[in-house]
């Protein structure tokens, strides 16, 4: 591809930013593409960077489609906009930032701060790297109108991203999501936005906001007693070089727990993320190290979390103490089961209370809330739909815990997005609680599975980058929605959910029902075994994520074994018939 061969209109785009208004390295950058990389050229202008399901995330450098000083300016002065245009009755608006440890994080965050400020809006700016949750608890604790973190949560080094939040601590959903970016898109120079901020409007905060955060997360501990009682479970952390190295230690220690063991190589502040491929505790490699280290101290327990903090991965000892990693699925019905049995314990389940999971997540999690006759709502895919729900229903019903299979979760309502930090501790202490009853963690799994069916899934995710891979999602949807398959591993499809089209097709008796939830362009196939398959085109990623979930009883604690690798076998073959391969 050469200059003649690119699309006359993305030239011109790319010719935009050698103006003046653009800095000098900007500039130099641009031009570089335009004579020597149009392949890279294309990639970055051919669109602007949209908000996803959590705002702004892109690879860094030039480009309308590229996460930098301009694409992220522009967002933050449509977002000033749209917020002195919400509270102009408001005497005073305030937004906090957080940032976390990625590379340009912090210029990113003061660039925001400088923006709003020049805006006349007030800005409470951490003083240092945070974790995302602390950012939505700082929201709500100092009456914030909005909030704003710096970061692409477990993506690969070369991104960074923006994520926005709304006055009740959660990030933003419609209206304000699509209000915002109609302001963005009116911005049509970048001589638009007001780089030039007002510092007296700044107050930079930092250990004031962490006491009250740790003091808040330990006050909601479950089993204090049994905490103490366990104190010295061995617990090995590692924060993947992200900002839960400083916070997720110390609420160890606030909920009782002594012994807790770090990577110190995986302590370091690094946005390049030396030690792995990935920052992503659902990709095992990721948790080398610490499970390496888990196993020479014979711990209990290994936890990682992403670089802001708000995801977990879990690891336990199975019952021959070889260390094996939970998924998302399996870690989610631990503790809402844990929860739910405390809460019925100590009486405090009244009629009223619900959990929350996302359409994608293990019916595990619902089986479990029937079971202690709590309600369990369902949402879309993004951590904003459970924090939508508990804004709608907090004066009338209580908010217990949720999750979704891709290592969130939260217990109460003080903080409104996924919450790393108080799962590390909540997963800390439902160990002590397994000792306390002569078990494990992994026992307790393995008799939820007696109890309610052994659920068994697997994410597939597949990687098209750029402007072809975009347009191959997009053909695969299609093609998933125009030619359904009949039947997945031996069973019939009976029923076909299009949340896209808002439809529920149950096929044998064609009916049609409405789907109550937001359009997405996600498709599930149900089959009449209970099998499941949802497709969808990641909101944050260049990937399209197929999720299969299957079933079988189990009587038997024993059977475990038995069973796991028969349902393993059936996944491998849906896979095949989606013409799929299986990595």
Not at 37 to 47: H, I, R, W
Not at 252 to 278: C, Y
Not at 300 to 321: E, W, Y
Not at 487 to 492: F, I, M, P, R, Y
Request: glycine fraction near 6%; charged fraction near 25%; aromatic fraction near 8%.
């Amino acid at each position: 591809m050469n200059k003649q061969k690119i699309d006359p209109d993305i030239l011109q785009r790319a010719e935009q930013w050698l103006k003046p208004e653009f800095d000098k390295k900007t500039r130099a950058a641009v031009k570089n593409l335009i004579e020597n990389d149009p392949k890279e050229l294309v990639e970055a202008f051919y669109k602007d960077l949209e908000f996803g399901t959590g705002g702004l995330r892109g690879i860094m450098g030039p480009g309308t489609n590229r996460m930098n000083r301009y694409t992220l300016g522009k967002a933050t002065q449509g977002l000033a906009n749209y917020l002195l245009k919400a509270f102009k009755n408001q005497p005073e608006i305030r937004v906090a930032i957080a940032f976390d440890s990625r590379n340009n994080s912090m210029p990113y965050a003061l660039t925001a701060a400088e923006i709003l400020t020049a805006n006349g809006i007030w800005v409470y700016l951490f003083e240092a790297l945070r974790p995302t949750p602390q950012l939505s608890f700082a929201i709500r604790t100092l009456k914030c109108q909005s909030g704003i973190v710096i970061t692409a949560s477990h993506n690969p080094k070369e991104y960074n991203g923006y994520k926005v939040y709304w006055d009740d601590g959660a990030q933003i959903v419609p209206p304000h999501d699509e209000n915002i970016i109609a302001e963005v898109n009116s911005i049509s120079s970048v001589n638009e936005v007001k780089f030039e901020g007002d510092h007296n409007l700044i107050k930079v905060i930092g250990s004031e906001i962490d006491e009250m955060y740790l003091n808040t997360l330990s006050s909601m501990s479950l089993s204090p007693a049994e905490n103490l009682k366990h104190r010295n479970i061995k617990i090995v952390y590692t924060p993947i070089h992200g900002t839960g190295v400083d916070l997720v230690p110390k609420v160890l220690h606030k909920f009782g727990f002594s012994s807790v063991a770090t990577i110190p190589e995986q302590n370091v502040i690094d946005g390049n993320f030396p030690t792995v491929d990935s920052p992503n505790p659902e990709d095992p490699a990721a948790l080398k190290l610490a499970l390496d280290k888990a196993k020479k101290m014979d711990a209990d327990i290994v936890m990682a979390t992403d670089p802001d903090a708000d995801r977990v991965g879990i690891g336990v000892k199975d019952n021959m103490g070889n260390f094996i990693l939970l998924n998302g699925n399996q870690a989610a019905a631990l503790l809402i089961h844990y929860v739910l049995t405390k809460w019925d314990e100590k009486k405090w389940l009244r009629g009223n209370e619900y959990i929350v999971k996302t359409i994608v997540t293990s019916n595990l999690l619902a089986d479990i809330a029937a079971n202690f006759k709590v309600e369990c709502k369902e949402v879309l895919t993004g951590f904003k739909y459970i924090a939508e729900v508990i804004r709608q229903n907090e004066r009338s019903k209580v908010f217990i815990a949720g999750g979704e299979e891709s290592y969130g979760y939260l217990v109460g309502s003080f903080v409104r997005d996924k919450d790393a930090v108080l799962s590390c501790a909540m997963f800390a202490e439902i160990v002590a609680w397994a000792k306390e009853q002569g078990k494990t963690v992994y026992q307790i799994l393995i008799d939820l599975y007696t109890k309610y069916g052994l659920y068994h899934e697997r994410l597939l995710s597949i990687t098209r980058k750029g402007m072809e891979g975009a347009e191959e999602i997009n053909r695969m949807m299609d093609s998933y929605r125009s030619s359904p398959p009949k039947e997945l591993g031996g069973s019939k499809v009976v029923i076909i959910n299009d949340y896209l089209k808002q439809q529920s097709f149950k096929l044998e008796k064609s009916q049609i029902f409405a789907i109550k939830l937001p359009k997405s362009n996600v498709i599930q196939f149900i089959t009449d075994d209970g099998s499941r398959v949802s497709i969808r085109p990641s909101g944050t990623e260049p990937k399209i994520k197929f999720y299969f979930g299957v079933k079988a009883n189990m009587q038997y604690p024993a059977e475990y074994e038995l069973l796991k690798p028969k349902l393993h076998d059936k996944i491998d073959g849906i896979i095949k018939e989606l013409g799929l391969k299986n990595k």
